[in-house]
């Protein structure tokens, strides 16, 4: 067989967004959900917010990356798949946290969508007020 690489998982999630994702050393290739990131993410701006962890600790092209994402839209998918690398890094090398936390990558971001309360056309929406 072939010599063994360690697998390292992590958990990331956004908005209604999960991602599993998977790291192991390489050549920085960044698969997502089968596609290669560029095309997964075909902004500039939601490619960059996927990939910041590897960025901060400069890492991006020695880090092979399998993600698999589910739920939500593109940007809440980009911070998903951020949040789980930047949480399989840290089990790769414990290290690696302080730089992590200090770019805020660590943190998942508690933002959700609000519920529609009822009677009203939206969340925070109301009814036009008529006196007449």
Known sequence: MSAETTIFLGTGRRKTATARVRLQSGTGKIVINDREVEKYFPTEALLRNAVAPLLTVELRDKIDVAATVTG?????????????????????????????????????????????????????????????
């Open 72 to 132: 939500s839209g593109p940007n809440g998918q980009a911070g998903a798949v951020a949040h789980g690398i930047a949480r399989a890094l840290q089990k790769m090398n414990a290290e690696l946290r302080p730089a992590l936390k200090k770019a805020g990558h660590m943190t998942r971001d508690p933002r959700e969508k609000e519920r529609k309360k009822a009677g009203q056309p939206g969340a925070r929406k109301r009814f036009q007020f008529s006196k007449r």
